[in-house]
């Protein structure tokens, strides 16, 4: 039987992405409670775009590093 054991590397990298959408949950949800329908849909969208966007570049900077 073989183990599957994460190495302190994935590991972190797993909390990291794990605490990124907690963080991101927290944040929309602190904009739907300030903000009345429709604004809060369109700022959580906008949020998410951010996101995407910040995501990429992201990803982008760690392949550069390789």
């Known amino acids: 039987m073989t183990e ?6 994935q590991y ?3 909390l ?5 959408e907690a963080l991101a949950s927290m944040i929309k949800a602190d904009i739907r409670s300030r ?4 604004y ?4 959580c969208q906008q949020f998410d775009n951010f996101k995407t966007v ?5 990803f982008a900077a760690k392949l550069m590093r390789r």
């Open 12 to 14: 972190n990298e797993l």
């Open 16 to 20: 990291k992405a794990y605490t990124k």
């Open 40 to 43: 809060a849909s369109m700022y």
């Open 54 to 58: 910040a995501d990429f570049l992201e």
């Open 4 to 9: 599957n054991i994460m190495s302190e590397e």
């Open 35 to 38: 903000f009345p329908e429709p």
